[in-house]
């Protein structure tokens, strides 16, 4: 039996047909005939399902225990063994009261044929542990890596779809650093929510009547309980000295609680059972929110707690080391961080918003934000390309430009009409950040040049050839900008972002690597995927980590889109260039 149920969960269909079952039949006893019982055990304890998300026994120790398969103990482990007969109506998430008679027979079967002592028995049967509920995918991330993790898949599942990255048991290696991303994180949060309280205070969440705040309170409470033990277990069901779970708080995370009073400069908040304390210092960056305007962060807007809340009001409060709380608010700004080692290309962290639970765009490399003055950089290392030195001198003095047969362009300096310094050297123009300069050196170079230029340095987006784009009109990715200026720090050498070291299928054949030596080991023929999808000649796909790489040694799919954009821009003119 097990031997047919391996067939048809590897091999066939759970098609009910007399066909289906002949070749079943065929297939067992092929099966039987090259593999002994033991590897045939095997075989079906790593594919069977186990209910919660989990097929095979080692996925059944992640997901119900959280825990690799050598370190379950022997009550964890018949829990489990119980499970194969009937993965739905046993599993200890569904069916708590029938998994603990599968567990007891298990262990009562142990003892019967000299697996177990009575003593180990009794021991197992009286153990008490936690059980996981496994949710979806992306409870399994770390909340931390959520966007990095996400590029990660969207790149794999473009390069070889969803069959291989799904059903193939990749084991995917990444570039991040789990540290800088969390420093990354907490960075990207702190300054979103410093920069949004400076906004202003945009009003409580909602309010309550007197006599429904007590109620309010303990609905709050249940739905932070929910949160932290919602999805775990206590085994076994119903076990004594359990009382109900009580309200962990953590530093720096926030909570929806109601105000409940006020003591001078104190507010006071409840959640659930426990009551907490605002004290005015959480309360000072307080102000109307004014569309347009910005505060100044560390002023002190409000002394008086209760001309901003009153009782019964539900507010988001921050928890703070000492125990008390400060009000918060959610931020409506967005930002995104992204950070990689400029010798290696290897992007070390990825923020790509405030929060990837509300919204998973990826704000690195889906948004694309004009860059401004941080563009004109490449304007002046395409001029010294070009054949500029430090030392050419660059007027500063009001200039029109004709960039259509009825439009002018009038750059202008940051301090407006009458901020003229007159002939500057070229590196003044470029510390100074001086427009007018930078838009003569941009007229005088060539737009269409200095796109192939960008071109050069990384930028993938679609580029405008105005002269604006001088002054970083065009949209640019915040991923390519970082790509771009890493070039800078490599002393010339260009380094494509990477965020796979390396992938291996379910046997360990390597499928790609950014390590040559490694491909070369494995062999083109382990290769997963199409013919269009395998590795290039050499199984290369980026540049060994500090060193300089010539352009033979790169992954043609690596740029080639980027020579084939070169060409276009080369030969797409604007009408002033044509002029």
């Not at 079952?21 to 304890?45: D, G, M, S």
């Not at 920069?195 to 932070?224: C, P, T, W, Y």
């Not at 910005?294 to 707690?305: A, L, M, N």
């Not at 023929?525 to 999808?533: A, H, L, T």
Request: aromatic share 8%; charged share 25%.
């Amino acid at each position: 039996t097990i031997t047919q149920q391996i067939t048809r969960s590897l091999l066939l269909t759970r098609e009910r047909s007399i066909t289906r079952k002949i070749k079943e039949a065929i297939l067992a006893t092929r099966l039987e005939r090259y593999l002994n019982k033991e590897q045939i055990l095997t075989l079906y304890l790593n594919q069977i399902y186990l209910g919660n998300r989990a097929y095979g026994v080692a996925a059944a120790a992640r997901n119900y225990f959280k825990k690799p398969l050598n370190e379950l103990t022997l009550a964890q482990i018949a829990l489990i063994a119980g499970l194969p007969t009937a993965p739905t109506n046993y599993s200890p998430v569904v069916n708590a009261t029938e998994a603990r008679k599968r567990q007891l027979h298990v262990l009562g079967r142990m003892f019967d044929v000299g697996h177990i002592s009575k003593k180990e028995m009794k021991e197992a049967e009286e153990e008490e542990f936690t059980i996981y509920v496994a949710g979806i995918d992306k409870d399994f991330v770390d909340k931390d890596s959520a966007y990095f993790t996400e590029h990660v898949r969207r790149i794999v599942k473009e390069k070889y779809g969803d069959d291989v990255l799904y059903g193939k048991g990749l084991k995917i290696y990444s570039t991040e650093d789990p540290k800088m991303q969390k420093g990354a994180v907490a960075s990207m949060k702190k300054h979103l929510e410093n920069l949004d309280m400076r906004l202003g205070f945009r009003g409580v969440l909602e309010h309550v009547n007197a006599d429904k705040i007590a109620a309010k309170a303990s609905q709050l409470g249940k739905e932070v309980i929910a949160k932290q033990y919602g999805s775990e277990i206590l085994w076994p069901p119903g076990r004594k000295g359990i009382s109900s779970p009580s309200l962990n708080f953590e530093v720096g995370k926030v909570y929806k609680a109601v105000v409940t009073d006020f003591r001078d400069k104190d507010t006071f908040i409840q959640i659930g059972d426990v009551s907490g304390m605002i004290k005015l210092d959480g309360l000072k960056w307080v102000h109307p929110w004014v569309p347009g305007t910005i505060g100044y962060e560390g002023t002190v807007y409000t002394r008086d707690p209760r001309s901003v809340l009153k009782a019964g009001d539900v507010i988001l409060a921050r928890r703070l080391e000492g125990g008390t709380f400060a009000l918060a608010q959610e931020p409506l700004i967005q930002g995104a961080l992204f950070s990689m080692d400029p010798h290696s290309g290897y992007i070390k962290a990825m923020v790509g918003g405030y929060d990837f639970a509300k919204s998973e765009f990826n704000r690195v490399n889906q948004a694309v934000r004009p860059p401004g003055s941080s563009f004109k950089p490449f304007v002046y290392a395409a001029a010294l390309d070009k054949g500029y030195t430090f030392n050419t001198s660059v007027l500063d003095a009001p200039v029109t430009f004709h960039v259509s047969s009825v439009e002018n362009w009038t750059p202008k300096n940051y301090g407006g009409e009458r901020d003229f310094k007159g002939p500057l050297p070229f590196r003044t123009c470029l510390v100074l950040s001086r427009n007018i300069p930078t838009a003569r050196i941009t007229h005088d170079i060539g737009t269409h040049y200095l796109t192939a230029f960008e071109r050069k340095l990384g930028v993938s987006t679609p580029i405008q050839k105005y002269l604006s784009m001088a002054l970083g009109a065009n949209g640019v990715l915040l991923q390519d900008m970082v790509q771009a200026y890493s070039v800078y720090a490599d002393n010339g050498i260009f380094k494509p972002a990477i965020a796979i070291t390396k992938i291996e299928d379910s046997k360990g054949n390597i499928v790609e690597s950014v390590y040559p030596e490694e491909v070369k080991k494995s062999g083109d023929e382990n290769s997963v995927g199409n013919e269009k999808n395998k590795l290039p000649e050499g199984g290369k796909i980026a540049a060994k980590q500090n060193k300089s790489v010539p352009y033979s040694e790169l992954s043609p799919d690596l740029i080639e889109t980027a020579i084939a954009t070169i060409v276009h821009d080369k030969v797409s003119l604007t009408d002033l260039e044509i002029k």
